[in-house]
């Protein structure tokens, strides 16, 4: 199920309390400043981090379910919880002493990690990325710039995808390596880059970075394990957009309950009913299908509905996010200016959710999947 468990609400109300002892409001969250460290920190003490990072320690289900907790709670948690899950999915199974660092030290909370794909010409269609891991007679140099990177100005390191440029490659730019860089080597450069979501976004720059084989995790299935990273998480993005809009509905229903308007409690408008009537609608049977949608794409092969797995994940980032979208904005408009304030919760709800509908795949790439798996099969 979408909705938490009682194990994992314990955890949650766990959290909650541990990051109250550090002066944060769950009532008004986004009003104080959490850093990833500190994300991260409160996340290891109550043990969730172990769920994002061991492939054994929690299936779809699970970690659709924290990810739905963790931001009704703060959207800042989730996004320290997600991330190390990411940058670190696709090193398992490599034996080298600096990959198997890496996913101890994110498992602890110890070291942030970033996922880096995207390039300025290379979103959605990673196969069009320019940067390069080419052999040298000392072993590999990597050379490229990495843009739109969460984490991608923190990150203690970089899970990078890039061409295999090798003399001899029969097809060159046909291979493709996963390369985990420490963001202390020499040849690392990076800048932040501001959004309209509060989001630690940045730049990497990779000018001639010495690569031994032991950072090497593949030099031929690095575009398989990348897409195999995103196709894992995809439906966990809806479960998050999710969890915001049901945060935000619950805002602007006791937000509704308790503020007058001449003489009035809002909610005994009949429009402002209506209205989170409707957004309750939206919200309970996006929640619906997102559930559904999470069942299916557990499956192995193609489901009784006749669909794989693959376009099931497609449909629960779609519907999670879209939905989500419509629940939001609404409550951002039954909330009036209040809904315009920065440090309001609706307020970053809102920018936060805007931004789902683009990363790890943007709503129109998904029903792009949807479509192929509909039509093409015929």
Same mark, same amino acid.
């Given at each position: 199920?979408?909705?938490?468990?009682?194990?994992?609400?314990?955890?949650?109300?766990?959290?909650?309390a541990r990051l109250q002892e550090t002066g944060w409001d769950p009532v008004f969250p986004y009003r104080?400043?959490?850093?990833?460290?500190?994300? @991260?920190?409160?996340?290891? #003490?109550?043990?969730?981090?172990?769920?994002?990072?061991?492939?054994?320690?929690?299936?779809?289900?699970?970690?659709?379910?924290?990810?739905?907790?963790?931001?009704?709670?703060?959207?800042?948690? #989730? @996004?320290?919880?997600?991330?190390?899950?990411?940058?670190? #999915?696709?090193?398992?199974?490599?034996?080298?002493?600096?990959?198997?660092?890496?996913?101890?030290?994110?498992?602890?909370?110890?070291?942030?990690?970033?996922?880096?794909?995207?390039?300025?010409?290379?979103?959605?269609?990673?196969?069009?990325?320019?940067?390069?891991?080419?052999?040298?007679?000392?072993?590999?140099?990597?050379?490229?710039?990495?843009?739109?990177?969460?984490?991608?100005?923190?990150?203690?390191?970089?899970?990078?995808?890039?061409?295999? #440029?090798?003399?001899?490659?029969?097809?060159?730019?046909?291979?493709?390596?996963?390369?985990?860089?420490?963001?202390?080597?020499?040849?690392?450069?990076?800048?932040?880059?501001?959004?309209?979501?509060?989001?630690?976004?940045?730049?990497?720059?990779?000018?001639?970075?010495?690569?031994?084989?032991?950072?090497?995790?593949?030099?031929?299935?690095?575009?398989?394990?990348?897409?195999?990273?995103?196709?894992?998480?995809?439906?966990?993005?809806?479960?998050?957009?999710?969890?915001?809009?049901?945060?935000?509905?619950?805002?602007?229903?006791?937000?509704?309950?308790?503020?007058?308007?001449?003489?009035?409690?809002?909610?005994?408008?009949?429009?402002?009913?209506?209205? @989170?009537?409707?957004?309750?609608?939206?919200?309970?049977?996006?929640?619906?299908?997102?559930?559904?949608?999470?069942?299916?794409?557990?499956?192995?092969?193609?489901?009784?509905?006749?669909?794989?797995?693959?376009?099931?994940?497609?449909?629960?980032?779609?519907?999670?996010?879209?939905?989500?979208?419509?629940?939001?904005?609404?409550?951002?408009?039954?909330?009036?200016?209040?809904?315009?304030?920065?440090?309001?919760?609706?307020?970053?709800?809102?920018?936060?959710?805007?931004?789902?509908?683009?990363?790890?795949?943007?709503?129109?790439?998904?029903?792009?999947?949807?479509?192929?798996?509909?039509?093409?099969?015929?």
């Amino acid at each position: 199920m979408i909705r938490t468990t009682d194990g994992i609400e314990l955890t949650l109300k766990q959290l909650c309390a541990r990051l109250q002892e550090t002066g944060w409001d769950p009532v008004f969250p986004y009003r104080t400043a959490l850093t990833t460290k500190q994300a @991260l920190a409160v996340l290891s #003490d109550v043990g969730l981090l172990p769920s994002a990072v061991d492939p054994t320690g929690g299936d779809l289900s699970s970690r659709c379910a924290i990810r739905y907790g963790l931001c009704r709670l703060d959207v800042r948690l #989730d @996004l320290a919880w997600v991330m190390q899950g990411l940058s670190t #999915d696709g090193l398992h199974g490599s034996s080298h002493a600096p990959v198997e660092k890496c996913i101890s030290q994110a498992r602890s909370g110890e070291t942030v990690g970033s996922f880096a794909l995207t390039e300025l010409n290379a979103g959605s269609d990673l196969r069009g990325i320019e940067t390069t891991l080419a052999r040298t007679a000392s072993g590999w140099r990597l050379n490229g710039t990495k843009t739109y990177l969460t984490h991608g100005a923190t990150a203690d390191f970089y899970t990078v995808l890039a061409k295999v #440029d090798a003399a001899g490659d029969d097809d060159p730019g046909s291979r493709f390596a996963l390369v985990v860089v420490p963001a202390s080597i020499v040849g690392v450069e990076r800048r932040a880059q501001a959004l309209v979501a509060s989001h630690p976004m940045g730049t990497v720059r990779f000018a001639n970075v010495e690569v031994c084989e032991e950072q090497i995790v593949t030099c031929e299935d690095g575009m398989k394990s990348a897409l195999r990273t995103l196709s894992r998480f995809r439906p966990t993005v809806g479960a998050a957009a999710m969890g915001l809009a049901r945060r935000a509905w619950d805002e602007a229903y006791t937000y509704c309950c308790n503020r007058t308007q001449g003489g009035r409690v809002l909610s005994d408008n009949r429009l402002v009913q209506m209205r @989170l009537v409707d957004a309750r609608i939206q919200l309970e049977t996006g929640e619906a299908l997102l559930d559904r949608a999470v069942k299916e794409s557990s499956s192995s092969g193609q489901s009784p509905s006749g669909l794989l797995p693959i376009a099931w994940s497609s449909m629960a980032k779609l519907q999670g996010t879209e939905s989500a979208q419509q629940v939001i904005d609404t409550c951002v408009q039954l909330h009036g200016a209040r809904g315009l304030d920065r440090n309001h919760t609706v307020a970053h709800l809102h920018t936060s959710i805007r931004a789902m509908r683009i990363y790890e795949g943007a709503s129109d790439v998904q029903r792009h999947i949807i479509m192929n798996a509909l039509f093409n099969s015929r």
